[in-house]
């Protein structure tokens, strides 16, 4: 049996103090715990380096796994998404912290999770075809699995007609992914 847990991107919770690719401890039926007995993975933000297309020991891991901070702030932050080619503008009262992509959701296999539209999470600075890599705690390993799908949210043209119209398929190459106005 599996077990699969999401975070959401934009909570404290997500930044993780110090880094390991099995963090956690599996405990069955109140009696037991395991640590590194199965083929246990997990998920992480990945940086904007180059992906590779073999899997990488976890010693070479340094610089490909995201960093974070967590500020206090005396007000609340969050995001607002807009499926228009332009990003929507913060209420008049606001400051823009950033402007970038609407992640929705990653899989990578049978796994993946989602994140919440209002949650500063959810928007990335950076386009990424593949924003997380994998790491089997087990094989001692991280990869970007090429099987792995992520999901933004898409402009829809303006105009009533297009709203409710069937969407026209269109394939993205390499190097050509969607641009963010700002």
Not at 99 to 105: D, I, Q, T, Y
Not at 145 to 155: E, G, I, P, Q, T
Not at 158 to 172: C, D, H, I, M, R
């Amino acid at each position: 049996v599996d077990y699969l847990h999401s975070m959401d991107l934009g909570t404290p919770s997500s930044c993780m103090r110090r880094f390991n690719t099995l963090p956690m401890t599996l405990c069955e039926n109140g009696r037991t715990c395991h640590m590194n007995m199965r083929h246990e993975r997990s998920y992480w933000l990945a940086t904007l380096k180059p992906r590779t297309e073999e899997p990488l020991p976890i010693e070479e891991l340094q610089g490909r796994i995201a960093r974070c901070v967590v500020c206090e702030a005396p007000t609340n932050v969050f995001a607002f998404h807009s499926q228009m080619t332009s990003h929507t503008d913060c209420p008049s009262t606001w400051t823009e912290l950033w402007a970038g992509v609407s992640l929705l959701l990653h899989t990578s296999g049978r796994f993946g999770g989602g994140q919440p539209l209002n949650s500063p999470g959810s928007c990335l600075e950076h386009f990424r075809y593949s924003p997380v890599i994998e790491c089997n705690n087990n094989a001692g390993t991280c990869h970007y699995w090429s099987d792995a799908k992520v999901y933004y949210l898409r402009s829809i043209p303006e105009g009533e007609n297009q709203q409710f119209a069937k969407p026209q398929g269109l394939t993205y190459k390499a190097g050509q992914g969607p641009t963010v106005d700002s």
